[in-house]
């Protein structure tokens, strides 16, 4: 692919000719070594927008150079950094909205927008994963792709957040502040533009341009907080969920007006003149999507038994500690989201990029816990006294479960490259059944560190399993890899290149 992985654009390398020819009519490089011949005349013009934006093009270069050159560690690191970035911010708008909302608020607020998330997960249909997979490798289809995905979403995720509205006075009635005519069409949409924002992340991995992800996720972020000083002032109840969705809105139209009208015409211009779309894709899609339900079932269920359990307090101490907690899983998802670009390029060397993920991660995910064990109590603070009191516990826990975590996220990347899809569905379910049946017996009894509890011992015990039966998701090598990376008779690339007589 001619776009770099980093989504930057390409410069001379040092040493390159800037032209075929010398001053004289003559190429510049001579001898066996191919040493260039001195010359006079050679200039060098520095490009418009390199002369206009000297700050932007000198971050991208320190950052460049900090990070690994390898491909399949380069955008992982980036997506990471996105992720890191988000969080940071994400930190800075909770502490923000528990200075100007009282613990309730933030408690009531925090679940809606989990349920909204549980929404949007159902109505994106996972096609974000699936854009992450296939989109590589989509060509001159790579727009149509990605069109046809942002529509299924949106529509699906409207039509399920509406319902959930009507649902409202039966299955949480302390979100009843929903059904007033301003909430509710926030809701919905935050609930379809959440869709459209996972998606385009998907795309952008997909097109090897991860540094715009970051990119976003800083827009979406600063946003955010400048609307919810807005609506604090205004002192709207419902002012977190409103600064979410308008800060989902702005978030879009920046990073699709990059994406569609310069990263996706790069990418096409790029692929070969015709390709077919692989065959059992809607199988694909359809086993992928269920499988993510289930586990985006246990990540946003778990924050509405802590609030009809254990009430909007600690609902919101439990949000706040899961927020930071889950900023190891995210190195986890980002990793994996690279191997699966990789992989799609390269089948064959499915393998070994997995190893290079686990080993590296591993290191980073050791330390990353560590620290976060230790600073627990500090990073609490931050939000008030008593989210130190009661989260400590549970942020600890989370940390240590975020281990094997790394571990089941490789297993569900690796499978879903080998389309082994009955693993994929069947390591989230049992996920999801694992950690909201023991959330439901850990919660009363111990609080919110049975939350955090829940977590860690499902997360082993599908970890322990995984080694045990590794023989069944991990390759043993290239052939391996090549192998059953596709059912027979398909591509394990994704889109096929058209014969002669398909033509």
């Known amino acids: 692919m001619a776009t770099q992985a980093s989504g930057e654009h390409r410069h001379p390398a040092p040493g ?13 490089f001579t001898g066996s070594r191919g040493l260039p011949r001195p010359t006079t005349q050679t200039t060098i013009t520095p490009s418009p927008r390199a002369a206009e934006r000297p700050f932007a093009a000198g971050a991208r270069a320190r950052i460049a150079a900090v990070l690994p050159r390898e491909p399949l560690l380069r955008n992982g690191h980036l997506l990471v950094m996105s992720s890191l970035v988000n969080a940071g911010l994400g930190a800075v708008f909770w502490v923000l909205a528990t200075r100007w909302y009282d613990d309730s608020t933030v408690g009531i607020n925090y679940a809606t927008v989990s349920a909204a998330t549980l929404l949007s997960t159902i109505g994106q249909l996972n096609l974000s994963d699936f854009l992450v997979r296939f989109v590589p490798s989509a060509g001159r289809h790579t727009r149509t792709l990605i069109l046809a995905c942002y529509l299924a979403s949106v529509v699906c995720s409207v039509l399920v957040s509406i319902g959930f509205l009507f649902l409202v006075p039966t299955i949480s009635p302390r979100l009843d502040f929903l059904l007033s005519p ?22 952008l991995t997909g097109v090897r341009h991860p540094g715009w992800v970051a990119t976003e996720n800083a827009i979406f972020a600063v946003v955010k907080i400048v609307l919810l000083a807005a609506t604090a002032l205004l002192t709207l109840f419902a002012g ?9 809105v702005v978030a879009i139209l920046v990073a699709n007006a990059f994406l569609l009208r310069r990263a996706v015409p790069r990418h096409e211009r790029t692929a070969p003149e015709a390709t077919r779309p692989p065959p059992r894709m809607l199988g694909y899609a359809t ?11 246990a990540y946003t269920l778990v924050p509405l038994l802590v609030l009809n359990t254990l009430g909007p307090a600690q609902s919101a101490y439990y949000s706040l500690a899961w927020i930071v907690g889950y900023i190891p899983y995210l190195l986890a998802t980002n990793m994996g989201s690279s191997l699966i670009v990789e992989a799609a390029h390269d089948p064959e060397r499915l393998a070994e990029h997995a190893f290079r993920v686990l080993r590296h991660s591993a290191m980073l995910m050791s330390a990353g816990a560590a620290v976060m064990i230790v600073v627990a109590p500090r990073l609490l603070a931050f939000f008030g006294p008593e989210y130190e009191e009661h989260g400590t516990t549970l942020l600890r826990l989370m940390a240590l479960s975020a281990l094997p975590n790394l571990l089941v996220s490789l297993a569900v990347d690796v499978a879903r490259m080998r389309r082994r899809l009955r693993l994929v569905v069947g ?5 999801c059944v694992l950690v909201l049946g023991l959330s439901l017996i850990l919660l009363p009894t111990l609080g919110l560190a049975g939350g955090g509890l829940a977590w860690l011992v499902a997360l082993s015990l599908i970890a ?4 045990v039966r590794r023989s069944q998701w991990l390759p043993r090598g290239p052939a391996d890899s090549s192998s059953t990376s596709a059912p027979e008779g398909s591509r394990p690339s994704g889109f096929a290149p058209l014969s002669d007589k398909e033509k």
Do not use: C
């Open 182 to 203: 301003l909430t509710a069409f926030f809701f919905v949409t935050y609930t379809a533009a959440y869709a459209i924002f996972a998606l385009q992340d998907g795309a």
């Open 427 to 431: 390591l989230q379910l049992a996920l």
């Open 16 to 28: 390159a000719a800037i032209s075929a020819q010398g001053a004289d009519g003559r190429t510049p």
């Open 240 to 248: 977190i969920l409103i600064s979410w969705a308008g800060a989902l």
């Open 464 to 467: 322990l399993y995984l080694v």
């Open 287 to 297: 086993a992928d999507y269920l499988g993510s339900l289930f586990r985006m079932a």
